[in-house]
């Protein structure tokens, strides 16, 4: 999930966590949708940033990742576990790209 | 160097509080968790005594790794929530957090990541006490913290070499200390009176085979390592996927989806714990 600075907040957003005060409080459940008027009083509150639904986008492209996920595999076995770990995660590096 | 005697390099790991270079509060915790009529309360009253080792187990029982309604403010809330053994395990985790960041940038992204995923394929494989897999997967490297502690610069030589010859670590540990950190940390785990199982998981979590008391419990460890090492998160000490045990794999039966929730789940939490032990 990725960590969305304030002033980028849009309506239609979902928390991902709760927000929390300092002592702990919940101020908006964990699943809440935003609106124009919650975004403001998440700015009141003086919070910089918080975590919304979905998954993040690396910063890095994607067919760096890829080559080093390679890289990373050069000394495993061809056994189908393996090719099924690899698989899996070759699809989850791909799933973040959208 | 050659091979070190294993004899006596199991004598200086066991005798942790006399190697100069181990941080006093890892010996402290190290001589009262060692005793195994250890109480709550002694416990609660030598956490109380360190307000900064106070902060960072109530700041990881609170952090998003575990996701307890409401606050824990105390140690005994903690361990009447988590039971003895996991506090034990989380007590040690936090105090080696630092000291492995700084022995071996990366290792603490690894360890949580490792934490992370085993805890979730004991969940799924309904597994009664999935904390106590999850204690296993933080600690299951600390056998690296304590060889860099102990031997810095033979270790840091181990590390060069594995990256040199494009070998694992643990071979190139074997190569030199003539033993790997697993067994390290498993000596440990024994001295510090870890409930069995648990010790089974940290020494034999690269040949989860040989594990007689725990063999499901160490094939999570085992595949969670290499999960996480296939996802390339954090560093521990090689940039290669090992083999996964084959026994390992066929005991857990993981299907295509649960991999794909198990690497959803570890993408999310270690981007938040990164976050939160930023400092």
Avoid at chain 2, 124 to 152: R, Y
Avoid at chain 2, 190 to 195: A, D, G, L, S, V
């Amino acid at each position: 999930m990725p960590k969305i600075p304030v002033e980028q907040l849009k309506p239609g957003m979902k928390l991902a966590r709760p927000l929390e005060n300092s002592s702990g409080m919940v101020l908006m459940a964990e699943g809440t949708e935003l609106t124009e008027a919650r975004i403001s009083k998440i700015e009141n509150m003086g919070i910089d940033s918080v975590f919304i639904d979905g998954p993040s986008r690396p910063a890095r492209p994607k067919e760096e990742l890829l080559s080093e996920l390679e890289a990373r595999f050069r000394k495993a076995g061809n056994s189908p576990p393996m090719a099924a770990i690899k698989k899996a995660v070759r699809e989850h590096i791909e799933a973040m790209y959208g | 160097m050659g091979n070190m005697d294993p004899k006596a390099l199991r004598m200086r790991v066991e005798n942790i509080s006399t190697i100069p270079t181990i941080p006093s509060v890892l010996k402290q915790l190290s001589t009262i968790i060692e005793n195994p009529k250890v109480s709550l309360n002694e416990i609660s009253h030598f956490v109380s005594q360190d307000p900064a080792l106070t902060t960072k187990i109530l700041q990881m029982v609170n952090s998003a790794l575990y996701g307890f309604p409401g606050r824990i403010s105390s140690v005994n809330h903690a361990v009447m929530l988590l039971g003895l053994n996991v506090v034990k395990g989380l007590l040690l985790s936090v105090s080696v957090f630092e000291i492995m960041h700084k022995a071996m940038i990366g290792l603490r992204e690894h360890s949580i990541g490792v934490a992370i995923v085993s805890r979730e394929i004991a969940r799924k494989k309904g597994l009664k006490e999935p904390e106590e897999v999850f204690v296993a997967g933080l600690l299951h490297d600390v056998g690296k913290v304590i060889l860099t502690l102990a031997w810095p610069e033979e270790y840091d030589r181990t590390v060069r070499e594995a990256e040199s010859a494009g070998i694992a670590i643990f071979d190139a540990e074997r190569n030199r200390f003539s033993e790997t950190h697993a067994a390290v940390a498993g000596w440990l785990s024994e001295k510090w009176h870890f409930p069995k199982k648990l010790c089974e998981c940290i020494a034999n979590h690269h040949r989860p085979q040989t594990s007689a008391l725990a063999p499901f419990e160490t094939a999570m460890v085992h595949t969670a390592d290499v999960i996480v090492k296939a996802r390339g998160i954090g560093y521990s000490g090689d940039r290669l996927v090992p083999d996964v045990s084959a026994r390992a794999w066929e005991t857990l039966a993981l299907s295509e989806a649960d991999l794909r929730e198990i690497l959803k789940e570890l993408e999310d939490s270690v981007e938040q714990a990164t976050e939160e032990f930023r400092a």
